[in-house]
């Protein structure tokens, strides 16, 4: 049967259907979509929307981790340039204001590649670094208030439609595809996947793996800079203390649930940003359920547990599973 | 000491160990003998089973056929652990204790004095004292091990191996981290221990060392024993040809082949090319279709000059030249932009991207130099796979495996397809047929010259000399990390590059004779 259905990526897939099944038992109205002021809503649209930073994030994270890396500052980047967007978008044009933002971000994440690629420090602890310290920048931007804004524009991408798909959503595959193009339509892919699957033996390749580290981090940082021009779109304002906080740990467990180890290697772009969705569909459903929010953590835990079993290589993937439930040796 | 081939006590006895790794043996038939009292070194090249026949004897493997006796009664220990409890101590070159801990606590870990369940940290510190002192070793315990030099950790693992009645002594590369004055203390204290009645193994690659503190030589080639000596008789002449050579007399006529004395375009060259501490500055020219072979012992600066060409490390004086024109070697990359490649020893670390699929391997060179903007498509990388599977006879023929389920002679050939994917101009090759079965040996072998033929200028490094000789148009031979000799056309036998190696005057007389 691992002949008929793909190999990657299954489990996550399936992952996915059992939780939306659950969905719609416990909310009846899970599929349902409707149109309003041009603009689709519905439980699924909610879904998307709410899981675009994490899904943005995971895009940057995913390769990061591919290059046997972390990235442990991404929601202190987004707190950073979330500011910095809430403090620039009454008195500036969009542009600018997404230039300052995104720039933020890319200064961010070449600080951390400079860390990791150049200086040689371990990636948790390099990005540490940021995760305290950008928490703090970003509380400087605001003065330590929460910074409101009305610019139709900057709102617009929190809360706007294209063609009646919510901006955040439009951007998120935006960016999927960008990513996706710059990635495998050139050779960053393999260098990548050779980088973090084997430094030194890539480097004596020539493969210019310090470039690659670099470049990962970077890429990073700009996703995480998107993710919290979003987050503070989303709400009209910008919170330094609680914008994108823990979101770099839902970051890395998208990955994680995406199959990309994190070891480093082989990575996939599509699987990360489907773990980002995953994580959210079950926050979405339990919101739905009734249940209090306190299970979101409990049942996050196991699901994230079953997904990891199927891509354990002890039970050799979802056949060997099938066999142990079977009761047969795989 | 008595002759070797008395039947003196025995206090560790192997016998007929063999031990393999999947396809590799990695020892045949192995014995070993060590008296009491005695200081017997194990010798041999790398992968010649040293290490294996340590780890087997001390229980870390489990060995496929053999015993294993300690004073007269057979023993199997099932890890390194259970072998210390037995009396077989080993120290490795990595000294495996805790650096954070004083040296104290190292010397009773796990045996620390006890009282009512709290540790008599003045009792240990007392005890360790007295026992350090004994090695002639007065330094403050308290403090922790790390703060102290390789040689006084490695002092402190031997202590604590002896007092924990150990009657055999393993001692695995003890001096290559040591400088000489370390190394006379650790001498000292191995010939006090020998008096003691304790067994030393001394493992070590340093042949002046071997002289001057064993009673008796054991040399490992290939995973079989060649030999047991005593030291004062074993010519050092003759020590290595244990340690290197075959049988002379099949490999002098194996040359016929090679040596038409065309000049050649020289399509690299080296001047006064070194690094400080690294290896000795050299002069060397590579020259289209000719194979320059890299003579000598564990360590002597083989693998170093084969990464100083490629510009794997850089060099810290002389000039690089390609094709006439003077270059700068900073980095592999700058190397793979002139056309040089290099098939490293270590194949699974330095080498192979074990998760990536075969495919994946044989193109990451190219497309390394290419650069990121001009990707292979996916057709052109099926076509390079498709055939370097087919011309090197890469086996599965299956260009879409992970490449770390290929066995070693396979993934040499990958690695080899890697670099003439790339169409070098120089290909470096450290050791390409270490450890691989037979079959693929002979075809590395034959692609060599094939190679050569082509054009391709290659360096090899090879510690099979019969090897060298058979594919070689020069041989260079170095020595403790230098460049002693270079040896051309019918000057190139295995008792040349013996004499060379071996390098002291009598020696090299004697060979000649």
């Known amino acids: 049967m691992t002949a008929l259905l793909p190999r990657r990526g299954l489990a996550q897939i399936l992952a996915l259907v059992v939780i939306l099944a659950v969905d719609r038992v416990v909310s009846p109205q899970f599929f349902d979509l409707r149109l309003q002021d041009g603009r689709l809503f519905g439980s699924i649209i909610d879904v998307l929307n709410r899981g675009t930073p994490v899904a943005l994030l995971s895009l940057g994270m995913v390769l990061v981790i591919a290059t046997r890396g972390i990235d442990l500052s991404v929601g202190a980047v987004m707190a950073i340039c979330g500011a910095i967007a809430a403090s620039l978008a009454d008195s500036h044009g969009l542009p600018v204001v997404l230039a300052a933002a995104l720039g933020a971000g890319l200064v961010c994440g070449l600080w951390n590649g400079f860390l990791v690629a150049v200086l040689g420090m371990q990636p948790i602890v390099a990005t540490l670094i940021l995760m305290v310290a950008g928490r703090g920048i970003a509380q400087l931007i605001t003065e330590g208030r929460i910074v409101t804004f009305t610019s139709p524009d900057l709102v617009w991408l929190g809360n706007g439609a294209i063609l009646g798909v919510p901006v955040p959503i439009a951007i998120a595959l935006g960016m999927l595809l960008l990513t996706g193009a710059v990635v495998r339509g050139s050779a960053l892919g393999l260098l990548i996947e050779a980088t973090g699957g084997n430094a030194r033996a890539s480097e004596l390749a020539g493969v210019g793996t310090r470039a690659m580290i670099l470049a990962v981090y970077v890429w990073c940082g700009v996703c995480a800079a998107l993710a919290g021009v979003i987050a503070a779109a989303d709400i009209m304002g910008a919170d330094a203390n609680n914008a994108g906080l823990w979101l770099e740990l839902d970051a890395i467990l998208a990955v994680v649930i995406g199959g990309t180890s994190l070891f480093g290697g082989r990575f996939s772009l599509v699987l990360a940003v489907l773990g980002a969705l995953i994580i959210q569909t079950m926050n979405t459903g339990i919101l739905l359920s009734g249940y209090p929010p306190e299970f979101n953590l409990l049942v996050k835990a196991m699901v994230v547990l079953a997904v990891l079993l199927l891509q354990s290589p002890k039970l050799s993937g979802f056949a060997g599973i099938m066999a142990w439930l079977r009761g047969t040796k795989p | ?513």
């Open chain 2, 1 to 513: 000491m008595e002759n070797s081939l008395d039947p003196a006590p025995c206090l560790l006895e192997a016998r007929g160990i063999s031990k393999s790794f999947g396809a590799v043996r990695a020892l045949q038939e192995v014995d070993f003998t060590l008296r009491p009292g005695e200081i017997h070194a194990l010798l041999g090249e790398n992968g010649a089973g040293k290490s294996t026949l340590i780890k087997v004897i001390t229980g870390v493997f489990p060995r496929d056929a053999g015993v294993v006796r300690l004073g007269g009664e057979e023993v199997a220990p099932r890890s390194a652990k259970a072998a210390l409890q037995a009396g077989i101590a080993t120290v490795y070159q990595e000294v495996n204790l805790l650096p954070n801990l004083s040296v104290a606590q190292n010397l009773f870990l796990d045996r620390q004095p006890m009282r009512f369940g709290i540790v008599r940290e003045g009792e240990m510190r007392r005890r360790a004292k007295a026992l350090l002192t004994e090695f002639g070793l007065d330094i403050d315990v308290a403090a922790p091990l790390g703060n102290y030099s390789v040689a006084v950790q490695h002092v402190t693992a031997i202590a604590r191996a002896v007092d924990l009645s150990a009657r055999v002594l393993i001692l695995d590369e003890p001096t290559a981290s040591l400088d000489r004055h370390e190394v006379e203390i650790l001498f000292g204290i191995m010939r006090q221990l020998a008096k003691r009645g304790i067994g030393i193994v001394f493992v070590s690659h340093f042949l002046d060392q071997v002289y001057e503190i064993s009673d008796c030589i054991t040399v490992l080639r290939n995973g079989r024993l060649v030999g047991e000596r005593e030291t004062a008789s074993l010519p050092r002449l003759e020590l290595i040809r244990m340690m290197l050579g075959r049988e002379l007399a099949e490999t002098t006529s194996a040359r016929a082949a090679v040596g038409e004395h065309k000049v050649r375009e020289i399509c690299a060259s080296f001047e006064n090319y070194g690094k400080a501490g690294y290896v000795a500055p050299f002069n060397l020219e590579l020259r289209r279709g000719e194979v320059v072979g890299l003579a000598g012992l564990l360590g002597s600066g083989r693998t170093e000059t084969a990464r100083l060409v490629f510009g794997a490390e850089r060099a810290d004086g002389g000039q690089a030249r390609v094709e006439g024109a003077s270059v700068r070697l900073q980095s592999p990359r700058d190397g793979v932009r002139h056309g040089f490649g290099y098939c490293p020893e270590e194949r699974k670390t330095d080498g192979i991207v074990a998760e990536l699929t075969v495919r994946e391997n044989i193109v990451l060179a190219l497309q390394a130099k290419r650069g990121l903007h001009r990707p292979l498509s996916r057709r052109e990388q099926d076509e390079i796979a498709r055939r370097y599977v087919k011309m090197l006879d890469i086996r599965p023929p299956d260009a879409e495996r992970p490449v770390g389920l290929l066995s070693g002679g396979n993934q040499q050939k990958v690695l080899l397809a890697r670099w003439l994917a790339t169409s070098p101009r120089l290909l470096v090759l450290d050791e390409p047929t270490r450890g691989i079965d037979v079959g693929a040996h002979a075809e590395i072998i034959r692609l060599i010259r094939e190679l050569c033929d082509d054009g391709l200028a290659l360096l090899v490094i090879s510690s099979e000399l019969d090897e060298i000789v058979t594919y070689s148009d020069r041989v260079v031979v170095l020595r403790d990390r230098a460049h002693v000799e270079e040896l051309s056309g019918e000057a190139i036998d295995v008792t040349n590059i013996l004499a060379a190696i071996a390098a002291d005057g009598a020696a090299m007389q004697e060979a000649r004779a």
